[in-house]
């Protein structure tokens, strides 16, 4: 039993020089002190403060108790060292509850999943759901990063299902925006609905792939291109404004599924014989229409044909008489039709329809009454059976009533053996046309593009707002430098959206999935980009700037992330990818779900994911500062760097009070150490710029405390009155990067920072991708593994069982108890009472059967037989068995012999 203790000694820096020990439960907090800071003196351990962490609390312990608190095994201590001044309880919780958030999962993970009973390495991974959000490292420090994942709540309802791709009605529902390239199984634009023509059924439908323009190709039904059926009509609208309407499908129509059999029988007594001289029993089915049909259609099916057939050979054409009436629902009387006769001559099943046209539009009940004899009371044979399969109530109205201009696919097929049921799984490879930088134009053209910066375009210009923003409202340069990052690093957004959101939504979405953020700065819509910055927009230190606060995260990282996506690169089925966390080494056991919506390269996965991981190691830091006032020059996503006695010990800052060649006097007080090399950092500004040039330059070190230094070198000199940043020459300022601007009480700003960390991206852009394949699991040694001896299913011989006076046909089938899959079964024969066999002969499990030559009739013949694994092992051999050739077979007698025998 043991406890876990983080220990971070240096006070601004907790992410700098960190202990992690593992000691034995039982012993006290003093002693794990002593064992984390040996040495520590009196004023450290007054600046030392103890959090217990475990679950969803968190608890301060007082060092007045340390000698007597024995933490219980499985309890997480942190060790902080506060900076001197710091007695606010306050601020020691805000910089311990990330622990409480976070680094509790990784260590209490197992604990979690034994409390459910899972033990194996399966285990942790299925019990995500508990540790997922808020208690692991994505969970809590990615909210840290410049860029934060999209928020849950938005659940895809992928077009793929399990059984294949699916097609849904969903009414109600967002019209879908596809964005990038995605295979989609688009939903019906409208209900599909049948039709007979001559005999046969075809099938309508409409597809809605959603917001145009689109470049729509690759049509399948399932897996199968539809190029490879027949006899079908296919018409797509690609989402233009000047598109046409769709002309396979014109008329609103609402369609019922009946399914009742259409009868007139001949009464019956108990015993189910026909009572003779009785009429058939009338039997007429009804159903009502939808509300304002202008005309309706009955669809009735004939599954067994319609045909009469005599007893005495020969067949005869038969027909089926309906008697038709409809009636106004709501009405009493009855409007009569004419009779309607089908006749044929078919032993195969066929279809018929009957249109109806009403007066007026409205509600009907339309009742089919069956006058012919269902079941005919003499001899002969009939195919008579009728079923009433469908009503559909037809409105003459077109029926896609939507302004936006939407891509759409209407198909009709005929429902042969080649479509067996409902046209469903229809798809189709969608891009979205939107528009798209080319560098070598230097203009904006319309386009297939999976670019995230094209994506943003048509999100904020697109018909998917009810007012798109105007072009005056978009920064357009700061749009095309996105789009050629996003070009330059292999930056994509694949993705249909089809369910509810907001555009801040869709927009935080498609930025990250170019490492960006999407934003109004009060005048446009512009791009803060995610990647290395050079320009220093601002200095953050205490001449202007207040209340510097961080807050460190730790965690305990998983083993790996498991990224869900839809891979592109197999035709878009479900995938899952699994990267490693930089690092690790052995088994993968602990493992925490990353989503990447949009990203559909198992490439781009990989990257992508390690860029987060890399964001968590190296921006587990966030810092906060207040400034006076509400114009900032900074802005969010800008480089700036902080000067804090607190960050460390050297670093000062101070107001430039006079310049006398290359000495500046300042109003503070510097310390500098004998052999170290120190520098000062200031801004130059141009009569125009509002932003200025940082400036580094070095200074001579004079040992001691001083309040003036002198500059080395050349360069720009300071001015009376410029603020300056002053500490070693490797690091007089800390890079950080403005990830948010908040106002504060009295007419203050917030600023909300994380460290700039270049070496994210360097990283990121190092890293090479393993080749992927999209297997799951090992693949086990199927040599070990012998099949199941075969079996015998049957023997035949002779003239009466092969037509062969010597014919020999062995029928054999899997063992029953295979576990791998056979694919030869060998046979070996000889006569009976040899020693050496005959060549073995050959037949796969699907053939079954082997013909078996070389012998006559009434030889006795032995067979023996084993199976061949698809590895090629072969199993043990059956029993031997042994057949006379022709024992079935009739043997006539001997001629009579004449001089033996008198015949009368």
Request: aromatic share 8%.
């Amino acid at each position: 039993m043991s406890v876990h203790v983080t220990a971070a000694p240096i006070a601004f820096q907790p992410d700098r020089a960190r202990i992690e020990l593992t000691l034995p439960a039982g012993i006290t907090i003093a002693e794990m002190v002593a064992m984390a800071l040996p040495g520590a003196s009196e004023p450290v351990l007054e600046r030392t403060r103890v959090a217990l962490v475990k679950g969803g609390g968190m608890q301060i312990v007082p060092r007045a108790v340390w000698h007597r608190a024995r933490p219980h095994a499985g309890v997480h201590v942190v060790i902080r060292v506060i900076p001197a001044g710091s007695g606010s309880l306050n601020s020691i919780l805000m910089i311990l509850v990330s622990v409480a958030a976070i680094a509790v999962a990784g260590f209490f993970a197992p604990a979690i999943a034994g409390s459910l009973g899972i033990t194996s390495q399966f285990g942790i991974g299925a019990v995500k759901g508990v540790l997922q959000l808020g208690l692991t490292a994505l969970g809590g420090l990615l909210v840290n990063a410049l860029l934060p994942p999209p928020g849950p709540g938005k659940e895809e309802k992928p077009a793929y299902a399990i059984t294949g791709w699916q097609n849904q009605f969903t009414p109600d529902a967002p019209v879908p925006v596809p964005f990038g390239t995605h295979r989609y199984a688009p939903p019906f634009a409208a209900v599909s609905y049948i039709e007979v023509v001559g005999d046969v059924l075809y099938t309508r439908a409409v597809f809605l792939h959603g917001l145009g323009p689109l470049e729509i190709s690759q049509e399948k039904l399932g897996d199968t291109l539809l190029t490879k059926f027949k006899d079908y009509e296919i018409e797509t609208r690609y989402g233009y404004p000047d598109d046409q309407p769709i002309s396979l499908y014109t008329n609103q129509v609402i369609e019922e599924r009946i399914g009742t059999d259409m009868v007139r029988e001949f009464p019956r007594d108990a015993t189910g014989e026909i009572l003779d001289n009785q009429p058939t029993e009338p039997k007429p089915i009804s159903r009502f229409t939808a509300r304002d049909s202008a005309w309706a259609i009955a669809i009735f099916s004939f599954p067994a044909g319609l045909i009469k057939v005599k007893n005495k050979g020969g067949t005869q054409a038969w027909s089926v008489t309906f008697k038709r009436r409809y009636r106004l629902a709501g009405v009493e009387a009855w409007t009569d039709l004419p009779d309607i006769t089908i006749r044929a001559k078919k032993q195969v099943g066929f279809f018929r329809q009957d249109r109806i046209d009403f007066p007026v539009r409205g509600a009907y009940e339309i009742e089919y009454e069956r006058t012919s004899p269902s079941d005919p009371e003499n001899g002969d044979q009939y195919a008579l059976t009728c079923v009433w399969v469908v009503l559909q109530s037809w409105r003459p109205e077109y029926p896609f009533n939507f302004r936006k201009p939407v891509a759409l696919t209407a198909l009709r097929i005929k429902a042969t053996h080649q479509l067996n049921g409902t046209l469903d799984t229809f798809n189709t490879l969608d891009k979205r046309i939107a528009p798209d930088w080319d560098a070598g134009s230097q203009a904006w053209i319309a386009r297939a593009t999976k670019n995230p910066a094209s994506a943003a375009l048509f999100a904020l210009r697109g018909p998917g707002l009810y007012r798109a923003r105007p072009d005056d409202d978009i920064d357009f340069p700061a749009f095309q430098d996105w789009h050629e990052f996003c070009t330059a690093k292999g930056l994509a957004y694949n993705r249909i959206h089809d369910f509810e959101s907001t555009l801040g939504e869709a927009l935080a979405a498609i930025g990250a999935a170019g490492r960006a953020a999407v934003r109004w700065n009060g005048r446009k819509w512009t791009v803060v980009i995610d990647r290395p910055r050079d320009l220093v927009v601002d200095h953050i230190n205490p001449r202007n700037s207040s209340d510097f606060r961080w807050s460190p995260s730790y965690f305990e990282p998983p083993h790996a992330l498991r990224v869900p996506f839809i891979d592109e690169t197999n035709d878009y089925q479900q995938a899952e990818r699994l990267v490693p966390w930089p690092g690790h080494i052995g088994p993968i056991d602990i493992t925490e779900e990353l989503k990447l919506p949009g990203k559909t390269n198992p490439d781009e996965i990989w990257r992508e994911a390690r860029r987060r991981q890399y964001e968590i190691m190296n921006r587990a830091v966030g810092y906060s500062a207040v400034q006076q006032g509400t114009a900032r020059t900074a802005t969010t996503g800008d480089l700036v760097v902080a000067s804090r006695d607190v960050l460390k010990r050297a670093m000062h800052s101070a107001r430039v009070k006079a310049v006398r060649g290359d000495h500046v006097e300042t109003d503070g007080i510097f310390i500098m150490e004998a052999g170290e090399n120190y520098a000062i950092r200031f801004r130059q500004f141009d009569a125009d710029d509002t932003v200025g040039v940082s400036v580094v330059r070095t200074i001579a070190t004079v040992p001691g405390e001083s309040a003036a230094v002198r500059l080395t070198g050349s360069g720009e000199k300071p001015k009376g009155g410029d603020l300056i940043h002053f500490g070693p020459a490797v690091l007089d300022s800390i890079p950080l990067i403005i990830s948010g601007i908040t106002r504060g009480k009295n007419n203050s700003t917030v600023l909300a920072m994380l460290p700039a960390a270049p070496i994210i991206d360097e990283l990121t852009d190092a890293e090479e991708p393993p080749a992927w394949s999209g297997r799951v699991g090992a693949e086990i040694d199927l040599s070990l593994i012998k099949p199941a001896v075969p079996v015998f299913t049957g023997i035949d011989s002779g003239t009466v069982e092969t037509g062969d006076a010597n014919g020999l046909v062995v029928m054999l089938a899997d063992g029953q108890s295979g576990a791998i899959v056979v694919v030869a079964f060998k046979l070996q024969h000889r006569l009976a009472g040899t020693l050496v066999w005959q060549p073995p002969l050959t037949c796969t499990p699907a053939e079954g059967s082997i013909d078996v030559t070389g012998y006559s009739f009434d030889d006795e013949v032995e067979l023996q037989a084993w199976a061949v694994s698809v590895a090629g092992v072969e199993s043990d051999l059956t029993d031997i068995v042994t057949i006379t050739i022709g024992s079935d077979d009739f043997v006539p007698p001997a001629p009579a012999n004449s001089t033996l025998l008198l015949v009368l």
